[in-house]
């Protein structure tokens, strides 16, 4: 275990620390400029400055709820200089989920982008206050924080979060109900995680990171914001993905480390940039938050001699395993090896460790696997145990220490008492050429019986019969979709990722299915 864990951690001058040793390294880069980590902290020092006149206090939680903009990390540093609690907001979030968010954690306030305070307002009905405007100084960025009502202190702050005064990060996540949760994290799991995630990368001040992720997920706060607080690599903002501009920013930035997703991937085979751009000087191509296709793997590799590195992790446990770029074209079903100082093991029903090639619950160990949950705890028992996590997806690992996913516990469809796995059937519906993505689900029938459900969009033309026709060559018979609905875009959660629901399936009967 790492030596980070076992210490007490103030979060401003563990990172202020480490930045000494490349101050006049570039810190953040986005089309509007660049800074080096010398200035950031000094501009994160202002902030603080400005943010306390605003009234946030020490130890209340403030809502953060910014796009990928130069703000963002100043803005997350001063909060931790002010030993204030923060909690990263999806900008996608509607009415429901902040009064979700408010009523759970309750925050002083939302701080956001002027441009953004607008639209929050029209969402939630904040305090009828004025709303204090944050300069970021000599970068054009203009914040408001928008207070709430109560005022939080600590004689109204709830009592049952977790780790209440050593708390300070708070990831929201849609989770697979939809319903917010609040992962609480303390400094030492923080540190943990970024320690964790620079190591297992090697991650040097020679390294620029181009996200495109957004940094309020996990994804992108663990593998941007704390890899580059961490490392002293440089951090490349962008606010949108825009397949075209972004691959070609991969060479002319000089990227080495690529955030990604699976979309993105798809996207970048399918723009003809001529000269086609050059790739080798980068290290790791990362994709999480959704399964890749092996052939998207290989395909991929052939036009353009560069592996992408699946990437596996959750908001509870932090990274939990990456890709090996020299294995992945031999193991190209499997999310890689272990992080640095994280235990990857896979237990049954009765918490008992499975041995190598066995299927069982995937369980996490580390020093940054979360305190536990500050709202949205189920009535359920805590996954959380003793410093490990019971992730709820199903997997095994292999002799070598590489890990496979299966699915998730809970969304495994049983068809007359056999079991059906939807990420096996979104790999198959996925490997038809004229699908672009495909989500499963199991639905119950007008007999009250479990069946297979899947929803596609399309590369070009093509019938839910030719679909259906490919599946049976490739799926046992009770594995094949009696429906598979064609649409312009799949539903997704805040994150981004895929979320299909029984409230997004659109009716039909069972005469309208081509299954016969």
Partial sequence: MSNTAQTAIDLWHFFHGRARDFSKQPALSTPKGEITFNELFKLAERTAITLAKAGTKEGSVVALALPNTLAFVPVFLALCKLSITVALVSLKYGESELCAIQNGIMPCGFLTTSSLADEFHRKFNFAQTETRKISIAARGESLEFLPMTPPVTPSNFNAKMPAQNGMRLIKITSGSTGVPKGIALSAQNIAVEAENVVKTLTLTPDDRILAVVPLFHSYGFDLGVLAMLYSGATLLLRETFVPRQTFAELSNQRATVFLGVPSMYRFFLETNLLPGPELSHIRYLLSCTAPLHPDLISTFNEKYHVPICQHYGSSETGAITTHVPAAVLNRPTSVGMPMKNVEVKIWDDCDHELP?????????????????????????????????????????????????????????????????????????????????????????????????????????????????????????????????????????????????????????????????
Avoid at 402 to 423: A, E
Avoid at 492 to 512: A, Y
């Fill in 356 to 516: 190598a090639g066995v299927e069982g619950e995937v369980v996490v160990k580390s020093g940054a696997v979360a305190c536990g949950y500050a709202m949205g705890q189920q009535n359920s028992s805590s996954p959380f145990r003793d410093g490990s996590f019971r992730t709820g997806d199903l997997g095994c690992v292999d002799l070598a220490g590489f890990l496979y996913l299966h699915g998730r516990k809970d969304q495994i469809i049983n068809v007359g008492g056999l079991k059906v796995s939807p990420q096996e059937v979104v790999k198959v519906l996925e490997s038809f050429p004229a699908v672009r993505e495909a989500a499963v689900l199991g639905v119950k029938s007008a007999m009250n019986e479990e069946m297979v459900y899947a929803t596609v969009t399309l590369r070009h033309p093509t019938t839910e019969k030719d679909i259906l026709t490919f599946c049976r060559t490739k799926l046992a018979e009770y594995k094949i979709p009696r429906r598979i609905e064609i649409r312009e875009a799949l539903p997704r959660g805040p994150s981004g990722k895929i979320k299909l629901s029984s409230q997004d399936i659109t009716p039909w009967t069972e005469s309208k299915s081509n299954v016969k």
